[in-house]
T-cell receptor
Framework: DAKTTQPNSMESNEEEPVHLPCNHSTISGTDYIHWYRQLPSQGPEYVIHGLTSNVNNRMASLAIAEDRKSSTLILHRATLRDAAVYYCCQGTNAGKSTFGDGTTLTVKP | EAGVAQSPRYKIIEKRQSVAFWCNPISGHATLYWYQQILGQGPKLLIQFQNNGVVDDSQLPKDRFSAERLKGVDSTLKIQPAKLEDSAVYLC?????????????FGPGTRLTVT
């Protein structure tokens, strides 16, 4: 079964960059890597996705290792509103997503 | 654009009772998912629909859980009879077919407590 592993928690200072790692050693060649984040009492929110190349959007950047067995979500300047649980996922071509147990990000002012 | 709607938001039942959750996806989204999220864990896929057909229900405990998506729009998830270990948040998500591979929109979830 597909499985992603992430650190349980990370801390960052406000306005500093944050690098959230994820291992997805069982990923197949056609699986996407995507990240969601979840605030308390809310459903997960899409952040970013990639297949092989690094990706940037208005929320974050995604760096994918050359062998695709790991990736890193980069928040360039953390704000207090970025405090959340961040989930790294593998997604198949059929749209099935396997979520990890997430990293709780704490942002300190 | 309206988001994914779910009801109820909270439900408390006793074990062996039955319960049903309702989901209305984003208009036009053909793919609909139900996830179970136990406290401290990531969401676990229970069932995936495309229109009104089941794509994947391999992790749905079929002896007690059932789901349907009549007419390819709204969906209901039922648990009968409930067990203590079913206490969790039940999340509904939807996606357009071309973006289902990576981008799902989630509802706020229904928090179920089984006593």
């Amino acid at each position: 079964d597909a499985k992603t592993t992430q650190p349980n928690s990370m801390e960052s200072n406000e306005e500093e960059p944050v690098h959230l790692p994820c291992n997805h050693s069982t990923i197949s060649g056609t699986d996407y890597i995507h990240w969601y984040r979840q605030l308390p009492s809310q459903g997960p929110e899409y952040v970013i996705h990639g297949l092989t190349s690094n990706v940037n959007n208005r929320m974050a950047s995604l760096a994918i290792a050359e062998d695709r067995k790991s990736s890193t979500l980069i928040l360039h300047r953390a704000t207090l509103r970025d405090a959340a649980v961040y989930y790294c996922c593998q997604g198949t071509n059929a749209g099935k997503s396997t979520f990890g147990d997430g990293t709780t990000l704490t942002v300190k002012p | 654009e309206a988001g994914v709607a779910q009801s109820p938001r909270y439900k408390i039942i006793e074990k062996r009772q039955s319960v049903a959750f309702w989901c209305n996806p984003i208009s036009g989204h053909a793919t609909l998912y139900w996830y179970q999220q136990i406290l401290g864990q990531g969401p676990k896929l229970l069932i995936q629909f495309q229109n009104n057909g089941v794509v994947d229900d391999s992790q749905l405990p079929k002896d007690r859980f059932s789901a349907e998506r009549l007419k390819g729009v709204d969906s209901t998830l039922k648990i009968q009879p409930a067990k203590l270990e079913d206490s969790a948040v039940y999340l509904c998500a939807s996606s357009s077919i071309d973006r289902a591979v990576y981008e799902q929109y989630f509802g706020p979830g229904t928090r179920l407590t089984v006593t």
